[in-house]
């Protein structure tokens, strides 16, 4: 059996998921978290978890903040990153991060049970879409987009100031303070090259950031 901790801050999500998995007859669902301090009480309780399905949006920090906790902690954790955003945005972060493969929830379920197989095994699992976006990450300098410089916590940061997010609701949901958020600002300004919210917001749009 395939021991997974479940987390997603969706209860009814986790219970589809759930029954979903645990049908295949291989995998148990010993653990569930609707957000990160949830997530560690279980991975510090539950020592038994081979595979975690991680929401890349959960309540208390990012998805990828999360991946770097927990390889950090448990090293030979795997890692499958489940998420409604698009591989393009996300997906190589996650993986530079630690984990080991990464799905949009509109996946099939098959592809999902195909996924937790495959990393349960210690292997990558890399969809064509993922395939391409590393292979464009790994493009001459000149060829990446401009987001490609960022930082996580810079890419998160200019993702929620396009959706038109105040440096204060930032802050509260990055659990930071608005001074270091401001930094951040600044920073992501500095390293594309404009002068205001406006172009940011007009480059995410322009990207699919948002």
Same mark, same amino acid.
């Given at each position: 059996?395939?021991?997974?901790?479940?987390?997603?801050?969706?209860? &009814?999500?986790?219970?589809?998921?759930?029954?979903?998995?645990?049908?295949?007859?291989?995998? #148990?669902?010993?653990?569930?978290?609707?957000?990160?301090?949830?997530?560690m009480k279980a991975?510090?309780?539950?020592?038994?978890?081979?595979?975690?399905?991680?929401?890349?949006?959960?309540?208390? /920090?990012?998805?990828?903040?999360?991946?770097?906790?927990?390889?950090?902690?448990?090293? #030979?954790?795997?890692?499958? !990153?489940?998420?409604?955003?698009?591989?393009?945005?996300?997906?190589?972060?996650?993986?530079?991060? =630690?984990?080991?493969?990464?799905?949009? /929830?509109?996946?099939?379920?098959?592809?999902?049970?195909?996924?937790?197989?495959?990393?349960?095994?210690?292997?990558?699992?890399?969809?064509?879409?993922?395939? #391409?976006?590393?292979?464009?990450?790994?493009?001459?300098?000149?060829?990446k987009p401009l987001h490609?410089? &960022?930082?996580?916590?810079?890419?998160?940061?200019?993702?929620?100031?396009?959706?038109?997010?105040?440096?204060?609701?930032?802050?509260?949901?990055?659990?930071?303070?608005?001074?270091?958020?401001?930094?951040?600002?600044?920073?992501?300004?500095?390293? !594309?090259?404009?002068?205001?919210? =406006?172009?940011?917001?007009?480059?995410?749009? #322009?990207?699919?950031?948002?």
């Amino acid at each position: 059996m395939i021991k997974v901790l479940l987390a997603d801050d969706h209860a &009814l999500l986790r219970g589809s998921l759930k029954q979903l998995l645990e049908d295949t007859g291989f995998i #148990e669902v010993v653990a569930q978290a609707g957000d990160y301090p949830e997530i560690m009480k279980a991975i510090n309780s539950n020592p038994a978890i081979e595979l975690a399905i991680l929401d890349i949006s959960m309540p208390g /920090k990012n998805g990828v903040d999360v991946v770097k906790i927990l390889k950090d902690k448990r090293p #030979e954790l795997r890692i499958l !990153m489940l998420s409604m955003h698009p591989e393009d945005q996300y997906a190589v972060r996650a993986l530079k991060a =630690g984990a080991s493969g990464y799905l949009t /929830k509109n996946t099939a379920p098959e592809k999902l049970v195909d996924a937790i197989q495959v990393i349960a095994a210690g292997r990558k699992y890399i969809t064509p879409e993922l395939a #391409e976006s590393l292979a464009t990450h790994l493009t001459d300098d000149s060829d990446k987009p401009l987001h490609s410089t &960022l930082s996580d916590r810079e890419f998160e940061t200019i993702r929620m100031i396009a959706s038109g997010k105040k440096l204060s609701e930032i802050a509260e949901a990055m659990a930071l303070s608005p001074k270091t958020v401001s930094v951040y600002r600044a920073r992501i300004l500095e390293k !594309m090259k404009m002068k205001t919210n =406006g172009e940011l917001t007009r480059y995410a749009l #322009e990207h699919r950031l948002i």
